[in-house]
T-cell receptor, first 113, second 115 residues
Framework: GNSVTQMEGPVTLSEEAFLTINCTYT??????LFWYVQYPGEGLQLLLK?????DKGSNKGFEATYRKETTSFHLEKGSVQVSDSAVYFC????????????FGKGTHLIIQP | DAGVIQSPRHEVTEMGQEVTLRCKPI?????LFWYRQTMMRGLELLIY????????DSGMPEDRFSAKMPNASFSTLKIQPSEPRDSAVYFC?????????????FGDGTRLSIL
């Protein structure tokens, strides 16, 4: 079945540092890939997505590229802010599995001023 | 636009009681999903519906759990009888249509505590 593996953290960075959160997946076929963000006490919000190989999703300075050869979808941001502190989830759907999302365990990101 | 609306936001009840969680999806969305989030297991899909019909309930943990979607604007997740290990945050999400490439929109969740 489908699975997603991501670094769990917590990841602590200083403001304006470069961010990378690794995500790799296992799926049959051609899944769609997503990054969601969860702020304390809230539901998940879609951050970005990519639906086919070599697509790059981007939003709010975050980027991730769908790499089929390495089955990866790493999240990056060039300069993080304190307001980026949250839990980030990598997820996939489709690709021979059900339409529901399969999530990684989540990465808790803490940005210090 | 109103997002996905869940109620209640918090529920505390005693073991053995029936619990009903409610969800109103975004108007026009045809797919609805129920997830459970715990520290140990992370986010897990419980069940999802397309056009009010249950498509995959393989994630429902036990017969104590049931879900219904009587119409396009309302769904319930029921636990009867509840147990302490059911304590978790339960999320409802909806998307425009069936298909893995459609983003899902999440409600703020129901935090359930079973004593």
């Amino acid at each position: 079945g489908n699975s997603v593996t991501q670094m769990e953290g917590p990841v602590t960075l200083s403001e304006e540092a470069f961010l990378t959160i690794n995500c790799t997946y296992t799926a049959t076929g051609y899944p769609s890939l997503f990054w969601y963000v969860q702020y304390p006490g809230e539901g998940l919000q879609l951050l970005l997505k990519a639906t086919k190989a070599d697509d790059k999703g981007s939003n709010k300075g975050f980027e991730a590229t769908y790499r089929k050869e390495t089955t990866s979808f790493h999240l990056e941001k060039g300069s993080v802010q304190v307001s980026d502190s949250a839990v980030y989830f990598c997820a996939l759907s489709g690709g021979g599995g059900a339409d529901g999302l399969t999530f990684g365990k989540g990465t808790h990101l803490i940005i210090q001023p | 636009d109103a997002g996905v609306i869940q109620s209640p936001r918090h529920e505390v009840t005693e073991m053995g009681q029936e619990v009903t969680l409610r969800c109103k999806p975004i108007s026009g969305h045809n797919s609805l999903f129920w997830y459970r989030q715990t520290m140990m297991r992370g986010l897990e899909l419980l069940i999802y519906f397309n056009n009010n019909v249950p498509i995959d309930d393989s994630g429902m943990p036990e017969d104590r759990f049931s879900a219904k979607m009587p119409n396009a604007s309302f769904s319930t997740l029921k636990i009867q009888p509840s147990e302490p290990r059911d304590s978790a945050v339960y999320f409802c999400a909806s998307s425009v249509q069936q298909g893995g490439n459609q983003p899902q929109h999440f409600g703020d969740g129901t935090r359930l505590s079973i004593l």
